[in-house]
Every structure is written in structure tokens, then in C-alpha cells.
């Protein structure tokens, strides 16, 4: 089982950017598809991004597709979801999740790690 520690949220106002990071101390995920998802006071988990092992394959919800870039940095283990023109609808709870197997899917449910989440809040 890999832990995962995710980083970087904060406070933003509308426009803003900021940068998450996800990093698997001790361990190692270079094999797995890494995941980013977000749930909101009284709402499900949902889907964000997803990227493949190698990082060459990457999926986005369509709420955030051309606004937020996932990407990965195999050597130091570590995934990154880069939030751009962040809006009121971005703020949530964000976490890391990883996963064996194909990237392209978007139910928590499919996903074997989590991290312990971070909080985005995005001030109007």
C-alpha cells in the first residue's frame, strides 16, 4: 500500500493560481496511474485528473480541462496538479490517489491509495 502526503492548498482569490503537490515518502509509485480529486462540504468525491505511470496520458474532468495541468516527476515521485483562473467551484478538499493499472478512470472506487486531502478555498 503507498501513503501519499499531499501539499500546497491555501487560500486564493478568484483568478488566482496555485500548485498541489502529492509525494509517496519512503515509498514509490512510479508504476502507478496517480489521480487528483475533490469533494466539497456536502457533495461526493469527484473526479479532477488523472495521469498515466509514464506520464505520457492525461485525463481531465471537463469542469477543469484547459485551466489545471497534471503532470509528474518519476524521478523524485512526486505529482503535481497546477490550478490556473481557479474560480469559486474550485474550493474543496483535494486529494491524491493512486492506482494500478490504466489511467483513464474516473470512480474513486477504482483507486488502492489516498492521501489525507488538502484544503483549496477560493475567495470571490
Known amino acids: 500500500q503507498v501513503q501519499l502526503v499531499e501539499s500546497g492548498g491555501g487560500l486564493v482569490q478568484v483568478g488566482g493560481s496555485l500548485r498541489l503537490s502529492c509525494a509517496a515518502p519512503?515509498?514509490?509509485?512510479?508504476?502507478?496511474?496517480m489521480g487528483w480529486f475533490r469533494q466539497a462540504p456536502g457533495k461526493e468525491r469527484e473526479f479532477v485528473a488523472s495521469?498515466?505511470?509514464?506520464?505520457?496520458?492525461?485525463y481531465y474532468a471537463a469542469s477543469v480541462k484547459g485551466r489545471f495541468t497534471i503532470s509528474r516527476d518519476r524521478a523524485k515521485n512526486t505529482v503535481f496538479l497546477q490550478m490556473n483562473s481557479l474560480k469559486p467551484e474550485d474550493t474543496a478538499v483535494y486529494y491524491c490517489a493512486a492506482k494500478t493499472g490504466v489511467a483513464g478512470v474516473r470512480s474513486p472506487d477504482e483507486y488502492d491509495d489516498w492521501g489525507q486531502g488538502t484544503q483549496v478555498t477560493v475567495s470571490s
Open positions: 495521469i498515466s505511470w509514464n506520464g505520457i496520458t492525461t
Open positions: 519512503g515509498r514509490t509509485f512510479a508504476m502507478h496511474a
